[in-house]
């Protein structure tokens, strides 16, 4: 009963933090705009560069994350983002999450190429690569919170992934699911954060573009959401909030 409590008052907090917060900065959704443009450009020109190509791409897509999630972390550390966190959010964490991007190819490529028959063993209607798949979403799914909230080498943001998720899996994933759930409810199949960041649709219906824009602004809040949850999560255990909350009643 005390896990399903702290869960609840916690979650209860953040959530009226995050709606304020994310409506206070309802202009990030444009971003998703810029993005989309950046995305379209880079992709129609990088076959002119052949080999650099893959270099190029990686390098301009770790540019965008960079930059979302600088405005991101300045939306949870001050409440307000402006045109110089977003002209500087590109160089911010690029060569973090290049790393990250590098890192995660060579694992696949080097399982592709030594363990392809092995993985490729099915139970039932799953593969081993499913399962690997599942178990690197669920044990990295913290990564974006680990890369703008701790100032962690390369080998420890994935260190330090692993040991939060172990000790937060339930506080962190119950509220996880359910903006997951809520998510695909509101977007249906369009529920991708690739499409909403990268991929403005053609078409300028009116329809389209409020939809898109409700995409973007869920996929604000979800990620203002994991920020403050994770920033709590990290620096408190479930008996100091506890203890903190009776202090302050």
Not at 124 to 132: A, E, I, N, R, S
Not at 154 to 176: C, G, T
Request: aromatic share 18%; hydrophobic share 55%.
């Amino acid at each position: 009963m005390n896990i399903l409590k702290d869960i609840y008052e916690t979650n209860k907090e953040i959530s009226k933090k995050a709606i304020d917060l994310t409506m206070k900065n309802w202009v990030i959704v444009f971003t998703g705009i810029i993005y989309s443009i950046i995305s379209i450009v880079l992709f129609r020109v990088s076959f002119l560069f052949s080999i650099l190509a893959g270099i190029i791409i990686t390098l301009v897509m770790s540019a965008l994350l960079s930059n979302y999630l600088y405005l991101i972390e300045n939306i949870i550390s001050y409440g307000k983002i402006s045109l110089d966190d977003f002209k500087k959010g590109f160089q911010v964490y690029i060569w973090k999450i290049y790393g990250v991007m590098v890192v995660i190819w060579f694992v696949n490529y080097g399982a592709d190429l030594f363990l392809s028959p092995l993985l490729k063993l099915r139970i039932g209607f799953v593969t081993l690569w499913m399962v690997l798949y599942w178990m690197a979403f669920v044990l990295l799914n913290c990564l974006p919170e680990v890369i703008y909230q701790k100032h962690e080498d390369l080998r420890d943001l994935f260190q330090y992934s692993f040991s939060f998720i172990k000790e937060n899996w339930i506080d962190w994933f119950v509220p996880n699911i359910f903006l997951g759930v809520l998510f695909y409810l509101v977007m249906g199949r369009s529920f991708t954060i690739s499409y909403l960041m990268t991929s403005l649709s053609l078409s300028l219906s009116i329809k389209s573009m409020v939809f898109y824009f409700i995409g973007q602004f869920l996929l604000s809040f979800t990620m203002v959401y994991r920020g403050l949850l994770f920033n709590l999560l990290s620096r408190t255990t479930r008996k100091k909030r506890v203890f903190k909350r009776n202090i302050y009643r």
